[in-house]
C-alpha cells in the first residue's frame, strides 16, 4: 500500500481548516499512525489537538508527502516553512484553488515532485471527489500515494493535462454551491406555491439528498432516472418542458455558470 510509504517516512498537513480536517480524519481513519503526522496549524481545534498528531512541532527532515491545504491567498506567507523539502523525494501535494504548478515550482524549486488537486467539500462527510495532476517529476508510484490519500475522502479521477483544472473547478469544486442553491430555490418556489417555509425546505432538502443518493447507488444514466421519474403529459413533464428549455432553462444557464467560474479560475491562475 502507498499508505505504508507515509507510515515510514511522514506526512506534514500544511494548514488543517474544513478540507485538511476532513482529509486528516479520513487518513487516520484509513490506518495512518497519529506519530507519523506533522500539521502546521496557527489556530488548531479542540479536535485536532486530541488527535495527537504531531503539532506546529519541527519537521521530519525528508517526509514521504507534503500536503498544501492553506487557502490560495495564504499560500506566499506558508509555502517558506517547507522550501527546504523542494528539490527532493518528497511529494507535494496541493489542494488549493487557482495556485498553478508553475507557482509551486517557483516557490519549492523546479524539481520538485508536484500534484495538483481539487476536491470538494462533500469530503467532510467522506462523499467527495478530487481531481489529480502531476507535474513531470512524478512517479508513477507518486501518483499511486496521491490517490490513495485522496481516496480516504471519496472518489479520484486523473486529468490528461493541468489545463483542465479549472474546468474540473467549475463542475465538482463549485458544482455543491450549486446544488445548495438549488435547494434554496426549490424551498423559494413552493413557498410561493403556498407551503410554510419550514416544510417546502424539508421537502426540497430531502429531495435533492434522496435524488442524489438515488444518481450515486442507481446503474442507470441520469438522463434515465429522469425519464423514470417523468409520466407523458403529467406534472414532472410540465416542469422539465421549463427547465430544459433550451434557450432559458438548465443547460443554457448552467453552460453561463461554469464558464464564469472556469473563466475565474483561470484568471486566479495568471
Not at 506526512?11 to 480536517?21: A, P
Not at 476536491?119 to 508513477?140: L, Y
Request: with cysteine; charged share 15%.
Amino acid at each position: 500500500m502507498a499508505l505504508d510509504r507515509v507510515a515510514q517516512d511522514g506526512l506534514v498537513l500544511l494548514g488543517c481548516g474544513k478540507m485538511g480536517t476532513a482529509l486528516l480524519s479520513g487518513w487516520l481513519a484509513a490506518g495512518v499512525p497519529v506519530e507519523a503526522v506533522w500539521v502546521i496549524e496557527p489556530n488548531p481545534t479542540d479536535w485536532l489537538i486530541q488527535t495527537g498528531v504531531h503539532l506546529n512541532e519541527g519537521l521530519p527532515q525528508t517526509p514521504a508527502v507534503a500536503i498544501l491545504a492553506v487557502k490560495p491567498q495564504m499560500m506566499g506567507a506558508a509555502l517558506p516553512a517547507l522550501q527546504a523539502l523542494g528539490n527532493g523525494t518528497t511529494l507535494f501535494i496541493s489542494i488549493a484553488a487557482g495556485t498553478t504548478i508553475a507557482t509551486f515550482e517557483a516557490a519549492l524549486g523546479d524539481k520538485t515532485p508536484i500534484v495538483r488537486t481539487m476536491p470538494n467539500t462533500p469530503a467532510m462527510v467522506g462523499r467527495g471527489i478530487t481531481a489529480i495532476c502531476g507535474n513531470a517529476f512524478v512517479s508513477e508510484e507518486d501518483l499511486g500515494l496521491a490517490r490513495e490519500l485522496m481516496a480516504a475522502v471519496g472518489q479520484v479521477v486523473d486529468l490528461d493535462d493541468e489545463h483542465q483544472i479549472d474546468a474540473v473547478t467549475a463542475v465538482s469544486g463549485s458544482g455543491p454551491a450549486y446544488v445548495f442553491h438549488l435547494i434554496e430555490a426549490m424551498a423559494a418556489a413552493g413557498e410561493a406555491e403556498g407551503l410554510p417555509h419550514p416544510i417546502a425546505m424539508q421537502l426540497a432538502r430531502a429531495t435533492v439528498c434522496g435524488a442524489g443518493e438515488l444518481a450515486y447507488k442507481s446503474p442507470e444514466t441520469a438522463a434515465q432516472l429522469r425519464i423514470n421519474v417523468t409520466s407523458p403529459g403529467g406534472t414532472t413533464a410540465a416542469a422539465l418542458a421549463v427547465l430544459m428549455d433550451a434557450d432559458t432553462g438548465f443547460p443554457a444557464l448552467l453552460r453561463r455558470a461554469v464558464k464564469a467560474a472556469a473563466n475565474r479560475g483561470r484568471d486566479l491562475g495568471k
